[in-house]
Every structure is written in C-alpha cells, then in structure tokens.
C-alpha cells in the first residue's frame, strides 16, 4: 500500500524517454498475484484492470502517458479522498504467460513504474473471452483495511475491455496463475464478492467488426505461421491450438472419406497437415494445422476430431483446446476440453464438427458472434448493476471516463457540473459529447 502525493515535475522527467515495454517471458515479480492478495490503507482504493491482449493493448499505453495530467485533475478537482490506486493487466489465462499482473496501491510516482513494470503481450485466446473473471476473484481477496474496520467506505473497480469473461474461475488458472486451491469458481461468485469491497463498472471502447475480426484471427495465424504452416489463400483450412506439452492430434476426415493425420499427412484430394506439434512434448504454444490451397478442396461434407495422444504434462489433468475452421473465408470456432478423466489415445477422441464446402457464395456466416457488442455486454449485464457498463466511442477518451465515474459515482460533482468541468479544460467538444455518453447512467452511489 502507498501515500504521498504524485509529482508532476517526476512524471514528465520519467517521461522523457518513451518506455521500452520489452517483451518478457513471465510477470515482473513486483506484479505477481502469487505473493498474495494485495493490502490497501488509503482512504479509498481504486482498481484500473486494463486489457493488454492484442485488441487493447494500446490503452496502457495511453494510459501512462495520460496519467500526469489524470493525477493532477483528480487532485484539484477534489474527486475523492486520499486515493490509492492498484493497476492491472489482464490477459488470457488459456494462452498467454502473463495473464494476470497486479500493482501495488500506491499514490505517488511508484504507479509510474508500476504501469512500464507491465508486459503488453498482446495475445489472446481468439475465443471473444479473456480472464477478467480471474482478476475480480483476486481482487474480492483485498485486504481494504479501513472498510474491515469500519471507519471506510467502498472502492471503485474499473474494468477497461472489450471482451467477455469465461463463466467459471478455472481451478488449474487458481493454481498455476494465483497460487491457490485448485477449486473451480462460478464467475458470477467473483464478480459478487469483488462487489462487496469496491463499485465495479466496465469501460467499454468501442471498436469495428473489421477491426475486431483482425484482432481474433492474429493470434491463431501468427501460431500457425510461426509453426511453418499455411494459413492464407486456403479453400479450407482447421487449426487446433492448445497451450500445454500434450500431445493432440488433428482428425480430419474429407469428402471421400479418407483421414488425414499424423499417420496420413497428404489426402489424395490435396489435403496436407502442415503442422505437427508436441510429438515430443517441445511447446506450451502448440498449434496442428490441414489445409487445402485456394482452388483445391473437394465439395462435400468433412468431419474433424481431436485425440490426446499422450501425456507430457506430469498431471495428466483435462486439456482445453480451440479449433478455428476456415470455410472459403468464413471462420467457425470451437471449444472443448479433452480427457476430462484422463482419457487417451481412442477413449479420449472428440467429434469437435462437421461442416460442407461448397465454393459458391454463402454469405456472412455468424462467425463472429461471440465477440459482439451484443454477446459481450449481455453477460457484462449479468454480474454489474444498470449504470454501471460505459460505452465509449473514443478510447483515447478512458482517462476523462474514469474521472467521471469517480466524480458523479462519488457524488462531487452531477453530470451538468461535470461537462462544465471539461469544457473549462478545453476538452474538444466530440470528446466531451463521447465522455458524457458513456457516463449518462451513472448515479451517485
């Protein structure tokens, strides 16, 4: 925990050099969930828990370099009382090394270092779901001293994302990333709990479907194509990612009934699996990857399944895996978890789909739908109260959103007294109108 006050000649020295935001393999151990929960005496503790997976890995950026000016306006617009801030970064506990990192709560210019102390991974499980639900469940543990003794009022939590969250804290990511029991959680438990220790709303930057669309294939292409397989110019193509040394075998079965696997790597139809891995247990990053080069693949219905084939990994425990299917340019995705009881080889195999190829037109298929605004906010909906999703056009806007969440939640200031604010900071007019909008169910709590 931490006092003091932020110095704005220290922010804008510790700026003169761009951060390098180097590439880690891990958390920095400042920012590991596994030394505890975290312990915050200030007078009231605010959570920013910031998305640094590929489709907002550049809000942490903007972040730091918004965050002088944030300080300072928090200061003298007298939004809250002796805050003590904890920052977080929040990734995708399937698939990325850094899926959770947590600061300290501090109030000076240690919330700097703790910001550049981050790996923006960028990655990303390509399932429209990362672990926000792992972050609430950390944070429900805080040691909030002054409300456990009841001289203290409630915190505020902010989420900055555009995703959904997986509906169960996940036992093994209990374990393996916070150093807890191995025990499966429901999500909405962990939202709950982290309720009754902080007002929680989700800041939500807008983004196109084009734009999202990039964001949920890269991560299943750069595996592939860092593998050495073919993902582009493809009639068909299914990639099966996992992230431990199990070794998972893809089963695709074609129109004329031959199976191209491990065994058969090259149909006769002009089916190749490009990508074998973990034969030998080599990556916790696998992918296995068919395909048919563009003006290839045969009309007709193919199946695809997937089997463990051995076990690297010494617990022997269930595998979640995800398939991508590409159909003439339309992706379908798929999720399962393979030998659930410890399952191998034929006992273990999976029916993951079946689909036809057909190279005439078939539209727009509801490839994307679990990454819609829609979906997302819908189970956003479940676990947070009326008022307190904000949807914002702008993300370069997050820092004036936080702001005002903290002034009208707290009751400082209403939202007519709010936009005169702005406007005195000359704050250009469609960024106040963006602000303003995504603020206008907010009510003093």
Known sequence: MGHGRYSQDIAHSNRRQKPAWEPRDGVHPSLDPKAGPREVNN?????????????????????????????????????????????????DADSDKAPLQVGQFEADNRLDAVITSMWIEEGGGGTGQESYELAAWYYAH????????????????????????????????RASVLGQPAEDVPSSEAFA?????????????????????????????????????????????????????????????????????????NSRCGGSLDVDRNVQGETTTPVENVRWKKGTAPVGEYKVMVR??????????????????????????????????????????????????????????????????????????????????????????????????LAIANGRADAAAFRARLAAEDVATDAIEDVMSALSGVRPL
Not at 333 to 353: F, R
Not at 361 to 385: E, I, K, N
Request: charged share 25%; net charge negative.
């Open 43 to 91: 007078d009231t503790p605010i959570v920013i828990a910031m998305d640094v997976t590929r489709s907002r890995g550049d809000d942490t950026r903007r972040l730091y370099d918004q965050l002088p000016k944030l300080m300072e306006r928090l200061e003298a617009g007298n939004v809250v009382d002796g805050p003590g801030i904890s920052f977080a970064a929040i990734g």
């Open 142 to 173: 805080t040691n909030c001293v002054q409300l456990a003794a009841g001289s203290g009022r409630k915190g505020f939590f902010v989420f900055v994302g555009d995703e959904g969250f997986y509906p169960v804290v996940a036992g093994a990511h």
């Open 193 to 265: 709990k982290l309720q009754e220790k902080f007002h929680t709303f989700l800041v939500y930057p807008a983004k196109s479907m084009e734009d999202r669309r990039a964001d949920i294939d890269a991560e299943i292409r750069k595996r592939v194509l860092d593998a050495g397989g073919q993902y582009d110019d493809v009639d068909v193509r299914i990639t099966l990612v996992w992230d431990n040394r199990n070794d998972l075998d893809l089963h695709v079965t074609t129109p004329a009934g031959e199976q191209i696997y491990y065994g058969n790597r």
């Open 308 to 405: 463990n084939f051995n076990f690297h990994e010494p617990d022997r425990a269930p595998t979640p895996f995800r398939v991508e299917v590409e159909v003439d340019g339309d992706l379908l995705y798929h999720e399962g978890v393979i030998s659930p009881n410890g399952e191998l080889k034929v006992a273990s195999d999976i029916q993951v789909c079946s689909f036809s190829f057909d190279p005439a037109p078939a539209g727009d298929a509801a490839t994307y739908d679990a990454y819609s605004d829609a979906t997302v906010l819908g189970q956003w909906a479940t676990v947070l109260p009326e008022g307190h999703i904000l949807k914002l056009r702008d993300a370069h806007n997050i820092t004036n959103v936080l702001r005002g969440v």
